[in-house]
């Protein structure tokens, strides 16, 4: 199969002489050789926190895997990929959706495997209990809107909700491209009952900008 690796260091570990990226190099480098699989790419990001989506190396690693350019995205650990099981979830959902895979060789995360693929499953299911947490703050952004004049309504007949959820999300760093995967995972359709991608995400995002900058002064 082909592979891109992922590699994340933060700062401290850079000051540890690159030991974490060595060591994460080698992890993975030997596991894809047991597996007989091809490294077609290698991305790193350096001294990026773990705690948020917006990143250079994952992102392009993202839009890589989405254009099909290799079939499994593999990291070593999985707080090298990211800190939040909310965005690990979305990224795991995002590779069912576009047909590649994700390998977090800590954990025995493998969606190429029944029982990866079950590991996956948990986390996910931990993904929707903190969805559930996340509905709290969503009632908060969707009340805090309505206390600024934003109008609620938008284009067609998306739900309020729906709208002051994505712009929470975005408010807190998460990608257009996490955001949509989790609505996807949630059920939830578009305005016009279609899936949801980073484009309608965004679009949402730019009518929310807009209602807010044609508030009264």
Partial sequence: MRTIAYYRVSTD????SGNGLDAQRATVTRAIAARGWDLVAELTDEGRSGGTMRRPALLEVLDRMDRHEADVLIV???DRLSRSVLDFASITEAAKIGGWAVVTLDLAIDT???TGEMMANITAVVAQWERRIIS???SDALQAMKARGVRLGGPVTLPAEIRARIASERADGRTLRAIAAGLVADGIPTAR???WHAGTVRAVCASVALDALAMPG
């Avoid at 570990?13 to 540890?16: L, W």
Wanted: glycine content about 12%; cysteine-free.
């Fill in 76 to 78: 070593a650990k999985l």
């Fill in 13 to 16: 570990e850079q000051a540890a």
């Fill in 112 to 114: 190429t495997t029944p």
């Fill in 193 to 195: 009952g279609g899936a």
């Fill in 136 to 138: 709290q703050r969503t």
